[in-house]
C-alpha cells in the first residue's frame, strides 16, 4: 500500500510542475534588457524574439520572421550592421 501511495504522490507532484511549466511558459513577459545593449527591431526568427512594440505580450511571441514590430536584444552597434536591422519599431 505505501508503495502505491508513493508512486501516486510522485505522479501527481510530476504533474503539478509540468503545468506550472507550461503557464509560465504561455504568459512569458519581457525579457530585461541586458548591459550593453539595443533594441534591435525586422531582424528576429518567429517565436524568437524578446519582446515587440504593442503587438502582443512578449517573449517568443512573434509569429512572422523579420517583423519589424518585434526585437532582440543585441549588443550595442550590431543592429546597423544587419540587413532590414533598425533601433525603431516600424509598420
Known sequence: MKTLTTTLTASSLVSAL???A???AAHAGPV???AGSEKCY???KAGKNDCAAGVHSCAGQGTRNSDKTAFVYLPTGACAKLVGG???ASK
Open 32 to 34: 530585461a534588457q541586458p
Open 22 to 24: 507550461t503557464i509560465t
Open 18 to 20: 509540468a503545468l506550472a
Open 42 to 44: 525586422g531582424v528576429s
Open 86 to 88: 533598425s533601433t525603431v
